[in-house]
């Protein structure tokens, strides 16, 4: 099988023995104690807190910095979010390295801006979990399959957290450890993390910003003012995969499917018409899994699998199908996955 591929550190001397040795132990403490609290108790302000995270982010007001990394990948962007009761949320989000890239929002309306090409593409938003939202379910469907530890407090971009770590239940998937503004419940940093507690991918906010008002018209005047730009709407749609002959019922608890599309590729063959590609969304609400299943082209395509950070990716050819497997969970969930799918032509 081929491997596919997916496409400064601040000194600050070194701390009094005195003053290292408390802050191991105050850690210690805290630890034991969050460990030592009644399992009920521990679950409650567990979905309470994960609920804070999911209502801050479309609520709150909020503008600031955020890195991503993953390996040796390391990119910042700039948000900015405004949320009110009279017009819905606006966003932007623009990147900081490598090309140009905005994206404005207005509620579900998403507006992508390629500088480099003068394109506008214009489409509805699918993924509602990006940071800072997390959620794609409710809080007690999550903690069938997480075990919850309450980690204490700590601080981020200088703001006061409180630290929660989600243990998987079983293998199917990775562990997260998420930090969240003790006033608001606003996400400050997701880190998931591998079986040996090692970071596999990280989110951060480094500046942040919550409350007080932000320049909603702004956004609103971009999503405006798109005079001159080429503006492409993708024909994405909502599709019946069972009615096309597919059966996807894999023995992973907790996944659940969440949505079903089409969706246009450009072939690879010049003049040729777009390849439809079908594309179903499981999720445990943390981890998400898309299955693309499209026709085979001519061309070299090999079957393979890889990984990048906690993105794992499979391909596998069945028939005349070529079928892709992705998700932030580890190889043996998709391999589970890929041999659930079955495909019987319809009639």
């Not at 567990?46 to 990948?73: M, S």
């Not at 204490?152 to 990775?174: C, H, N, T």
């Not at 609400?285 to 085979?296: C, M, T």
Request: charged content about 25%; overall charge neutral.
């Amino acid at each position: 099988m081929q491997r596919v591929r997916l496409n400064k550190t601040t000194h600050w001397g070194r701390l009094p023995a005195l003053m290292f040795c408390a802050a191991v132990l105050l850690s210690a403490a805290s630890s034991s104690f969050a460990q030592g609290d009644d399992p009920a108790a521990v679950r409650k302000s567990a979905a309470d807190l994960l609920n804070r995270i999911h209502d801050a982010a479309q609520q709150q007001n909020y503008e600031g910095t955020f890195v991503y990394q993953r390996g040796t990948t390391v990119q910042s962007s700039r948000i900015t979010h405004s949320a009110a009761r009279s017009d819905g949320e606006f966003e932007s989000l623009e990147s900081l390295d490598g090309k140009p890239r905005k994206m404005l929002r207005h509620d579900d309306d998403m507006y992508t801006f390629v500088p480099e090409r003068h394109l506008l593409v214009v489409e509805k938003r699918q993924n509602k979990d990006a940071f800072p939202s997390l959620l794609t379910t409710s809080s007690d469907q999550v903690l069938t399959v997480y075990e919850p530890k309450m980690l204490g407090a700590d601080r981020v971009a200088g703001i006061d957290s409180q630290v929660i770590e989600l243990d998987p239940k079983d293998a199917w998937r990775f562990a997260y450890k998420l930090w969240a503004d003790s006033k608001t419940g606003l996400l400050l940093r997701a880190q998931t993390l591998g079986p040996d507690g090692q970071v596999l991918e990280q989110l951060s906010f480094s500046q942040v910003r919550i409350g007080g008002s932000v320049d909603r018209a702004a956004i609103a005047n971009g999503i405006k003012n798109i005079a001159g730009w080429t503006v492409v709407r993708p024909p994405v749609q909502p599709v019946n995969m069972e009615a096309q002959g597919w059966k996807i019922a894999p023995a992973v608890p907790g996944f659940r499917e969440i949505r079903e599309l089409r969706r246009p590729m450009a072939s690879s063959e010049e003049g040729q018409p777009p390849i439809p590609v079908d594309q179903a969304v499981f999720s445990d609400g943390l981890a998400a899994i898309s299955i693309f299943v499209e026709p085979v082209e001519k061309n070299s395509r090999k079957e393979g699998a890889g990984d990048s950070g906690a993105t794992h990716v499979l391909v596998k050819r069945r028939g005349d199908f070529w079928i892709t497997l992705l998700g932030e969970v580890p190889q043996a969930t998709l391999q589970q996955f890929a041999s659930a799918i079955e495909y019987k032509p319809s009639k």
